[in-house]
């Protein structure tokens, strides 16, 4: 499984990549092999606002339906519209082409909550 170290991890395994005041926002390796084949997925319109912890949409897998969570809060200046078309980019490609949302940080303290690779690589050991 892939950590990347310049992101921070919630406990409900999603990633955060910090760009300045900007925050985009995915699932992790993780937690995609655990849904499986992904074949939807929702996501809010730019302008939504996202509250920490809150959910935000919706990922559909062949096992499943999952909610999305918000590892931090802030408005949605975008919304990944290739994944409507295109949800196996999730599977393919989670870190990158597999990304949900790109938002306007609202309290950039809420990145003290998030888990550092390290600290999410052992609470994943912990859950297997």
Do not use: C
């Not at 949800?87 to 490609?93: G, V």
């Amino acid at each position: 499984m892939d950590f990347p170290e310049e992101l921070k991890y919630s406990k409900e395994h999603f990633w955060v990549r910090v760009e300045g005041n900007r925050a985009v926002i995915g699932i992790t390796d993780y937690a995609q092999k655990e849904l499986g084949v992904i074949t939807s997925v929702e996501l809010p319109e730019v302008g939504y606002e996202l509250e920490q912890d809150d959910s935000f949409g919706s990922i559909e897998a062949r096992k499943t339906v999952a909610d999305l969570y918000a590892p931090v809060g802030g408005a949605v200046l975008a919304s990944n519209e290739e994944l409507v078309d295109a949800p196996e980019l999730i599977n393919d490609d989670p870190y990158d082409g597999g990304w949900f949302v790109e938002v306007e940080l609202s309290d950039k303290d809420e990145l003290n909550l998030l888990m550092t690779a390290e600290d999410y690589q052992d609470y994943v050991a912990e859950e297997e």
